[in-house]
């Protein structure tokens, strides 16, 4: 069984209008089709593909059975480096941007309402 590619990520969260709007507005993600679960929430999508699924909880996001697990962050990659660093001027989005020469990449970070840690790489050579 060999692995293709991460498919997406689970965020719980307390607040999924606000973080849904955060994804769009910063990240360029859309909400899009997502099945009748029981809970609410909001799939985001890059493209066909839906990225990062905001599930509501009740409470504190982390409280549970998975209050132990930790997820230090997750990636994209993209283009447009200089449009996006406007982008995040424009909107007053704190980000902290890392050149990664080994990797030839520009590692942009940023944090979701939440606090979840997110990059986005970029080719360094754009």
Request: proline share 5%; hydrophobic share 40%; net charge negative.
């Given at each position: ?25 910063v990240l360029g993600l ?93 080719p360094a050579d754009e």
């Amino acid at each position: 069984m060999p692995i293709h590619k991460l498919d997406h990520v689970n965020v719980r969260t307390t607040q999924v209008e606000t973080m849904a709007l955060w994804y769009s507005e910063v990240l360029g993600l859309r909400r899009g089709e997502r099945p009748a679960f029981p809970d609410a929430g909001a799939w985001m999508y890059a493209g066909e593909t839906a990225h990062v699924h905001l599930v509501e909880i009740e409470g504190q996001p982390g409280v549970g059975a998975e209050v132990a697990l930790k997820l230090e962050h997750f990636a994209f990659s993209a283009t447009g480096l200089d449009a996006f660093e406007k982008k995040l001027h424009a909107l007053d989005v704190t980000y902290k941007r890392n050149e990664v020469s080994v990797l030839n990449q520009v590692q942009i970070n940023v944090w979701d309402p939440d606090g979840n840690h997110i990059h986005v790489d970029f080719p360094a050579d754009e």
